[in-house]
């Protein structure tokens, strides 16, 4: 089984998921791509978390993998 991911944004960007949401490997996980970079899902999954880290200034996504 997979482990849990974790996928940090660069807070320019904006999360374009919320908990609870399904999301496919190869997903984006931002409303835009103002940096020119795409943050995409390694995994098929269900979104845990998605909460901003200020010291980063990044949000932090975390992925848990589909049960098979």
Not at 2 to 25: L, M, N, Y
Not at 34 to 41: A, D, I, N, R
């Amino acid at each position: 089984m997979t482990a849990r991911c974790v996928i940090r944004i660069d807070a320019t960007e904006s999360p374009a998921v919320r908990v609870g949401d399904s999301v496919r490997k190869g997903q984006n996980l931002c409303a835009g791509t103002k940096l020119g970079v795409s943050y995409v899902s390694p995994i098929d999954g269900v979104v845990q978390e998605v909460r901003f880290d200020p010291a980063q200034h990044e949000f932090v996504i975390s992925v848990s993998p589909e049960k098979e």
